[in-house]
Protein backbone atom coordinates (compact mmCIF):
# COMPACT_ATOMS: atom_id res chain seq x y z
CA UNK A 1 0.00 0.00 0.00
CA UNK A 2 1.10 3.72 -0.97
CA UNK A 3 2.00 6.31 2.06
CA UNK A 4 4.27 8.48 -0.02
CA UNK A 5 2.47 11.07 -2.46
CA UNK A 6 3.98 11.48 -6.19
CA UNK A 7 5.77 14.49 -4.97
CA UNK A 8 7.76 12.93 -2.29
CA UNK A 9 8.24 9.97 -4.40
CA UNK A 10 9.81 12.81 -7.10
CA UNK A 11 11.77 14.28 -4.60
CA UNK A 12 13.38 11.65 -3.29
CA UNK A 13 14.66 10.88 -7.05
CA UNK A 14 15.80 14.32 -7.43
CA UNK A 15 17.10 15.45 -4.05
CA UNK A 16 18.10 12.05 -2.74
CA UNK A 17 15.87 12.15 0.53
CA UNK A 18 12.77 13.24 1.22
CA UNK A 19 11.02 14.38 4.36
CA UNK A 20 8.79 14.80 6.54
CA UNK A 21 7.13 11.64 6.64
CA UNK A 22 4.78 11.10 9.02
CA UNK A 23 5.10 7.62 10.74
CA UNK A 24 4.22 7.12 14.76
CA UNK A 25 2.12 9.65 16.85
CA UNK A 26 3.33 11.41 19.71
CA UNK A 27 2.54 8.16 22.31
CA UNK A 28 4.65 5.76 19.96
CA UNK A 29 7.64 7.88 19.87
CA UNK A 30 7.46 8.36 23.56
CA UNK A 31 7.29 4.99 24.31
CA UNK A 32 10.34 4.34 22.68
CA UNK A 33 12.03 6.98 24.69
CA UNK A 34 10.56 5.11 27.44
CA UNK A 35 11.79 1.78 26.44
CA UNK A 36 15.71 3.57 26.31
CA UNK A 37 15.23 5.30 29.39
CA UNK A 38 14.07 2.10 30.66
CA UNK A 39 17.18 -0.22 29.82
CA UNK A 40 19.67 2.54 30.66
CA UNK A 41 18.79 2.59 34.11
CA UNK A 42 18.32 -1.43 34.51
CA UNK A 43 21.33 -2.10 32.30
CA UNK A 44 24.02 0.37 32.31
CA UNK A 45 26.24 0.93 29.06
CA UNK A 46 24.00 -1.60 27.10
CA UNK A 47 23.02 0.85 24.80
CA UNK A 48 26.59 2.50 24.13
CA UNK A 49 29.48 2.13 21.99
CA UNK A 50 28.75 -1.11 19.60
CA UNK A 51 25.90 -1.61 21.69
CA UNK A 52 23.78 1.15 19.91
CA UNK A 53 23.43 -1.25 17.14
CA UNK A 54 20.63 -3.53 16.71
CA UNK A 55 18.41 -2.76 19.48
CA UNK A 56 15.58 -4.19 17.82
CA UNK A 57 16.90 -7.85 18.06
CA UNK A 58 16.30 -7.25 22.62
CA UNK A 59 13.55 -5.02 22.60
CA UNK A 60 9.71 -6.07 21.04
CA UNK A 61 9.59 -2.06 20.85
CA UNK A 62 12.09 -1.81 18.77
CA UNK A 63 11.13 -4.74 16.92
CA UNK A 64 7.52 -3.19 16.75
CA UNK A 65 8.75 -0.17 15.13
CA UNK A 66 11.06 -1.44 12.19
CA UNK A 67 8.02 -3.63 11.37
CA UNK A 68 5.58 -0.56 11.32
CA UNK A 69 3.28 -1.59 8.41
CA UNK A 70 2.92 2.46 7.73
CA UNK A 71 6.85 3.03 8.08
CA UNK A 72 7.06 -0.23 5.49
CA UNK A 73 4.45 1.40 3.04
CA UNK A 74 6.82 4.20 2.76
CA UNK A 75 10.03 2.04 1.86
CA UNK A 76 7.83 -0.36 -0.01
CA UNK A 77 7.55 2.93 -2.45
CA UNK A 78 11.39 3.73 -2.55
CA UNK A 79 12.20 -0.36 -3.16
CA UNK A 80 9.75 -2.58 -4.04
CA UNK A 81 7.56 -4.85 -2.02
CA UNK A 82 10.54 -7.74 -0.58
CA UNK A 83 12.05 -6.05 1.97
CA UNK A 84 14.44 -6.87 4.84
CA UNK A 85 15.56 -5.43 7.71
CA UNK A 86 19.32 -5.41 7.47
CA UNK A 87 20.59 -3.69 10.80
CA UNK A 88 19.38 -0.55 13.28
CA UNK A 89 20.99 2.11 15.06
CA UNK A 90 20.70 4.65 18.25
CA UNK A 91 21.77 8.19 17.73
CA UNK A 92 21.52 9.60 20.53
CA UNK A 93 23.11 13.45 21.63
CA UNK A 94 23.10 14.53 24.89
CA UNK A 95 23.12 18.42 25.53
CA UNK A 96 26.22 17.95 27.60
CA UNK A 97 27.97 16.18 24.87
CA UNK A 98 29.54 17.31 21.70
CA UNK A 99 28.10 14.48 19.14
CA UNK A 100 28.88 15.20 15.78
CA UNK A 101 28.47 13.36 12.47
CA UNK A 102 30.42 14.02 9.85
CA UNK A 103 29.30 14.88 6.14
CA UNK A 104 29.81 11.03 4.57
CA UNK A 105 28.13 8.78 2.47
CA UNK A 106 26.75 5.56 3.55
CA UNK A 107 27.11 3.56 0.62
CA UNK A 108 30.73 3.95 0.91
CA UNK A 109 31.34 1.50 3.82
CA UNK A 110 28.44 -0.58 4.72
CA UNK A 111 28.56 -2.98 1.74
CA UNK A 112 25.07 -3.35 0.31
CA UNK A 113 25.41 -3.87 -3.23
CA UNK A 114 23.27 -2.79 -5.46
CA UNK A 115 21.68 -0.30 -3.85
CA UNK A 116 18.55 -0.67 -3.85
CA UNK A 117 18.23 0.33 -0.30
CA UNK A 118 16.92 2.75 2.24
CA UNK A 119 17.69 4.51 5.16
CA UNK A 120 14.74 5.61 7.32
CA UNK A 121 15.54 8.00 9.75
CA UNK A 122 12.97 8.55 12.88
CA UNK A 123 12.79 11.52 15.34
CA UNK A 124 12.10 10.01 18.97
CA UNK A 125 12.35 13.66 20.03
CA UNK A 126 12.05 16.99 17.83
CA UNK A 127 15.06 16.90 15.69
CA UNK A 128 16.06 20.55 14.59
CA UNK A 129 19.30 23.04 13.66
CA UNK A 130 19.67 23.91 17.54
CA UNK A 131 19.61 20.34 18.76
CA UNK A 132 21.86 18.82 15.03
CA UNK A 133 19.34 17.50 13.18
CA UNK A 134 20.36 15.85 10.04
CA UNK A 135 21.81 18.42 7.09
CA UNK A 136 21.40 16.62 3.35
CA UNK A 137 23.75 17.52 0.34
CA UNK A 138 21.04 17.47 -2.26
CA UNK A 139 21.63 15.93 -5.74
CA UNK A 140 25.04 14.20 -4.47
CA UNK A 141 23.46 10.47 -4.95
CA UNK A 142 23.65 10.89 -8.42
CA UNK A 143 27.27 11.31 -8.47
CA UNK A 144 30.10 8.56 -7.65
CA UNK A 145 31.47 8.21 -4.37
CA UNK A 146 33.29 10.82 -2.73
CA UNK A 147 36.81 10.57 -1.43
CA UNK A 148 36.13 10.08 2.70
CA UNK A 149 39.29 10.71 5.08
CA UNK A 150 39.00 8.13 8.31
CA UNK A 151 40.11 10.32 10.57
CA UNK A 152 38.80 8.11 13.43
CA UNK A 153 39.86 10.15 16.66
CA UNK A 154 41.31 13.06 15.17
CA UNK A 155 37.59 14.36 15.47
CA UNK A 156 36.24 14.09 19.12
CA UNK A 157 32.84 13.20 19.57
CA UNK A 158 32.07 12.11 16.13
CA UNK A 159 29.47 9.58 16.09
CA UNK A 160 30.65 7.41 13.22
CA UNK A 161 32.62 4.18 13.16
CA UNK A 162 35.90 5.68 11.79
CA UNK A 163 35.02 9.19 11.60
CA UNK A 164 34.92 8.78 7.78
CA UNK A 165 34.26 12.25 6.13
CA UNK A 166 33.99 13.90 3.79
CA UNK A 167 36.04 17.25 3.55
CA UNK A 168 35.38 20.81 2.13
CA UNK A 169 31.13 20.05 2.19
CA UNK A 170 29.52 23.15 1.07
CA UNK A 171 27.32 23.84 4.12
CA UNK A 172 25.80 26.78 2.68
CA UNK A 173 24.49 23.88 -0.89
CA UNK A 174 22.72 21.41 2.11
CA UNK A 175 19.20 21.26 3.62
CA UNK A 176 18.51 20.98 7.33
CA UNK A 177 16.07 18.18 8.14
CA UNK A 178 13.64 19.35 10.67
CA UNK A 179 11.34 16.63 11.85
CA UNK A 180 8.85 16.41 15.00
CA UNK A 181 8.73 13.39 17.23
CA UNK A 182 7.30 11.08 15.05
CA UNK A 183 8.15 11.86 11.86
CA UNK A 184 11.05 10.33 9.91
CA UNK A 185 13.03 10.81 7.04
CA UNK A 186 14.38 8.33 3.81
CA UNK A 187 17.47 8.74 2.39
CA UNK A 188 19.34 7.30 -0.51
CA UNK A 189 22.66 5.37 0.42
CA UNK A 190 24.83 7.80 -2.23
CA UNK A 191 23.32 11.19 -0.45
CA UNK A 192 26.19 13.20 1.38
CA UNK A 193 24.71 14.19 5.25
CA UNK A 194 25.96 14.50 8.40
CA UNK A 195 24.75 16.78 11.81
CA UNK A 196 26.29 19.29 14.03
CA UNK A 197 26.16 19.04 17.67
CA UNK A 198 23.40 19.48 20.61
CA UNK A 199 23.17 23.00 21.44
CA UNK A 200 20.10 22.84 23.22
CA UNK A 201 19.74 21.51 26.29
CA UNK A 202 17.21 18.62 26.27
CA UNK A 203 18.28 15.51 24.21
CA UNK A 204 17.99 14.13 20.86
CA UNK A 205 17.59 10.94 20.11
CA UNK A 206 16.85 10.01 16.43
CA UNK A 207 16.18 5.78 15.60
CA UNK A 208 17.73 4.44 12.41
CA UNK A 209 16.76 1.46 10.64
CA UNK A 210 19.95 1.10 8.50
CA UNK A 211 18.98 -0.19 6.70
CA UNK A 212 15.55 -1.56 5.05
CA UNK A 213 17.70 -3.16 1.90
CA UNK A 214 15.65 -5.62 -0.80
CA UNK A 215 16.03 -9.14 -0.94
CA UNK A 216 18.24 -8.40 -4.14
CA UNK A 217 20.65 -6.97 -1.96
CA UNK A 218 24.19 -8.71 -1.18
CA UNK A 219 26.52 -7.82 1.73
CA UNK A 220 29.67 -7.97 -0.27
CA UNK A 221 32.10 -7.00 2.42
CA UNK A 222 30.92 -9.24 5.26
CA UNK A 223 27.73 -11.24 6.78
CA UNK A 224 24.91 -9.32 7.93
CA UNK A 225 21.68 -10.84 9.84
CA UNK A 226 18.82 -10.08 8.62
CA UNK A 227 14.63 -9.92 9.63
CA UNK A 228 11.86 -10.05 6.68
CA UNK A 229 9.72 -7.18 6.91
CA UNK A 230 7.47 -8.02 4.07
CA UNK A 231 7.23 -10.32 0.51
CA UNK A 232 9.59 -12.95 0.42
CA UNK A 233 13.37 -13.79 0.11
CA UNK A 234 13.75 -15.76 -2.96
CA UNK A 235 17.63 -14.61 -2.95
CA UNK A 236 18.61 -16.00 0.60
CA UNK A 237 21.97 -13.84 1.01
CA UNK A 238 21.56 -13.68 4.11
CA UNK A 239 21.08 -15.43 7.71
CA UNK A 240 17.30 -14.61 9.16
CA UNK A 241 16.70 -14.16 12.58
CA UNK A 242 13.50 -14.08 14.78
CA UNK A 243 11.97 -11.30 16.08
CA UNK A 244 12.23 -10.12 19.69
CA UNK A 245 9.05 -10.89 22.08
CA UNK A 246 10.69 -9.76 25.54
CA UNK A 247 13.48 -6.99 26.68
CA UNK A 248 16.70 -8.39 27.07
CA UNK A 249 16.08 -12.07 27.05
CA UNK A 250 19.35 -13.82 26.75
CA UNK A 251 18.68 -15.56 23.15
CA UNK A 252 17.74 -12.25 21.63
CA UNK A 253 21.07 -11.00 23.11
CA UNK A 254 23.30 -13.45 21.51
CA UNK A 255 21.95 -12.69 18.53
CA UNK A 256 22.29 -9.16 19.19
CA UNK A 257 25.77 -9.40 19.88
CA UNK A 258 26.37 -11.59 17.07
CA UNK A 259 24.65 -9.37 14.88
CA UNK A 260 26.81 -6.34 16.06
CA UNK A 261 30.49 -8.78 15.53
CA UNK A 262 29.42 -8.93 12.09
CA UNK A 263 28.98 -5.83 11.27
CA UNK A 264 31.95 -4.32 13.71
CA UNK A 265 33.80 -6.29 10.71
CA UNK A 266 32.14 -4.49 8.03
CA UNK A 267 32.50 -1.21 9.83
CA UNK A 268 36.20 -1.94 10.18
CA UNK A 269 36.66 -4.27 6.92
CA UNK A 270 40.91 -3.83 5.56
CA UNK A 271 41.64 -1.66 8.52
CA UNK A 272 43.97 -2.70 11.55
CA UNK A 273 42.19 0.26 14.06
CA UNK A 274 38.85 0.41 15.24
CA UNK A 275 37.08 3.18 16.80
CA UNK A 276 34.56 2.69 19.70
CA UNK A 277 31.30 2.26 17.48
Same mark, same amino acid.
Given at each position: ????????????????????????????????????????????? +???? %??????? =????????????????????????????????? %??????????????????? =???????????????????????????????????? %???? +??????????????????????????????????????????????????????????????? =???????????????????? +???????????????????????????????????? =??????????
Amino acid at each position: MSNLTSDQIKQYHDKGFVAPIEALSQDEANEIRDEIEFIEKKWPR +ELEG %LGRNNVH =YISPIFDKVVHNSKILDSVEDIIGTNILVGGTT %LFIKDPDQKGFVSFHQDAK =YIGFEPHNWVTAWLAITDSNEENGCMRMWSGTHKDD %LKVH +EEKFNDDQGNLLTRGQTIDNVPIEKTEPVILKAGQMSLHHPRIAHGSGINKSNKRRIGFVIQS =YIGTNVEQVIGKVYVQQARG +EDLFNYHEHTKRAVNTMEKENIDIRNKANEALSKIF =YSGLSQKGKF
